[in-house]
C-alpha cells in the first residue's frame, strides 16, 4: 500500500508530494489513516526553517529532521492497521496525541513526553500529518474523540492543549477538567468561554 505525503522537500519553498511504501505496523506500533490534520502556525516557521525572534532575530529550527519531511501535527483519523503488540482496534476514530517522547529520559519518567529531550514528535522530528497515513509508535497515544468532528478533535492535539495549559496556569484552583483534553472537549471551550473575563487580555 502507498502513502502519499505533502512533503518539505526544502526549506522556504512550497510542500510537493511524495509517495512512498506505508510502513507495515511493528510490535505496539499503529498505522493511522488520516482524516483531517490541521496547519498550526508552528508549521508555516517550520517551513521556512526558523522562527522570528523580534528585532530581526531568528531561531533556526533546521536541525534534527531529514528532508523530505511531513509536517502537521494536529492529527485524527482511522485507525489502519496496527502491529502485534498494540491495543487498538482497526477502524476506531482517533485523534492522535504529537507529543511523543523517547521513553527514556527524566521527563518521559514522569510523564512529560512533550519536553522529552529527545522527542519523537509527530510533524515536528518525525514525519507527521500532512499525508494519507501516519505511523504511531504506541497505541496510548491514540484517543476516542467521539462524539467531536476530526477537525476538531485534530485541532484539540496543538491548539486545544495549548488552552488547556494556559487555564491550568491561569486557574491552579480550580479543578475544571480532570485527566487529559481528550475527557470532554466541549467542557474546555465552554470553560475558556466562561472563564475569558477573568484571565486577561492576552489570552
Ligand atoms: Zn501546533
Ligand atoms: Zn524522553
Known sequence: MQMHRQSLNAYGAPLCETIVEAPQPQGTEALVRIVRCGVCHSDLHMQD????????????????????????????????????????EPGAKVAVYPWIGCGRCAACGVGDENICTAPRHLGITVDGGFATHVLVPHSRYLIDYAPLT???????????????????????????????????????????????PLWGQSN
Open 49 to 88: 526553517g526558523y522562527f522570528l525572534l523580534g528585532d530581526g532575530k531568528k531561531l533556526d529550527v533546521q536541525a534534527g529532521r531529514t528532508l523530505p519531511f511531513t509536517l502537521g501535527h494536529e492529527i485524527a483519523g482511522l485507525v489502519e492497521s496496527i502491529g502485534p503488540d498494540a491495543d487498538a
Open 150 to 196: 476530526p477537525g476538531y478533535a485534530g485541532a484539540l492535539m496543538c491548539s486545544g492543549l495549548t488552552a488547556y495549559a494556559a487555564l491550568k496556569r491561569r486557574l491552579p484552583g480550580l479543578n475544571v477538567m480532570g485527566g487529559c483534553c481528550g475527557t470532554d472537549h466541549r467542557h474546555v471551550e465552554q470553560m475558556a468561554m466562561a472563564c475569558k
